[in-house]
């Protein structure tokens, strides 16, 4: 396991790689478009670049075996949260999926997972 201050830099790395590359391109890849316009979700690609702008992660998965990728928290439209999985590539971010998460998973404002 890393010391806090290689965690708090490997993080404070990752917030500046999905600024930067999202704001050159953000490519929405068909699981996240097939999953954010279930009817039980309907989440619009602008509550996605919000969420995509504010930067929380939540979760950091830089060994990720497609390449690192991040879970991120936002709200989108009437406050609701959104959780985006993001992974930025040189030209784009890409959107992996966004869902509304369940509150029985998640605590803390569903920023951490319970374990059950």
Sequence with gaps: MKPDNDNMTDQTNAIKSVRLISEKKILFLPHAVRQMSRPDRMISTAEVRNVVRKVEIIEDYPENGRGHSSLILGYGDE?????VVCSPKSEYLAIITAYIPNKNGWEDNC???KIS
């Design 79 to 83: 406050g609701r949260p959104i959780h």
């Design 111 to 113: 920023r951490k997972r």
